[in-house]
């Protein structure tokens, strides 16, 4: 196939790959203060480090369907859906893990990054299905 519809997802994997290193590296300045973000256990500290992995775990499935999309015949409307899908859910999913950590009555904002990584998953399963 061509990979136009999923070249989005093969940049931004890398880029996320990037962007984890990056905010590691700030976070790993502050964690050796016992207290940062509450302390370890902390709510807030959580969903930091939950924000960090998420880099590279969404990294990880962009480029999965980056390579999957390359079994392909041909480029389909599901296709196009479930890449920006899975964009939105990496861009969003840190960042509903920052806002929710200083402001946890938010927490519906995660309807957000888990429906377009669903809706992303489901359209790539169904196309996988079809070939």
Known sequence: MNASPAR????LAWLWIVVGFAVGFCFG?????????????????????????????????????????RSFTHASI??????????????SMPICCFVLAHRPRFRALFLVPVLSLITGGMLTLW?????
Do not use: K
């Open 8 to 11: 989005i997802n093969l940049i």
């Open 127 to 131: 196309e996988v299905i079809q070939l």
């Open 78 to 91: 599901p296709v196009t859906v479930a890449s920006w899908g899975f964009v939105l859910g990496a861009v």
């Open 29 to 69: 300045l502050n964690f050796h203060q016992e207290r940062w973000l509450g302390g370890y256990a902390s709510f807030r500290r959580r969903l930091y480090r939950l924000a960090h992995i998420s880099f590279f775990g969404l990294a990880g499935v962009n480029f999965l369907f980056y390579l999957t999309t």
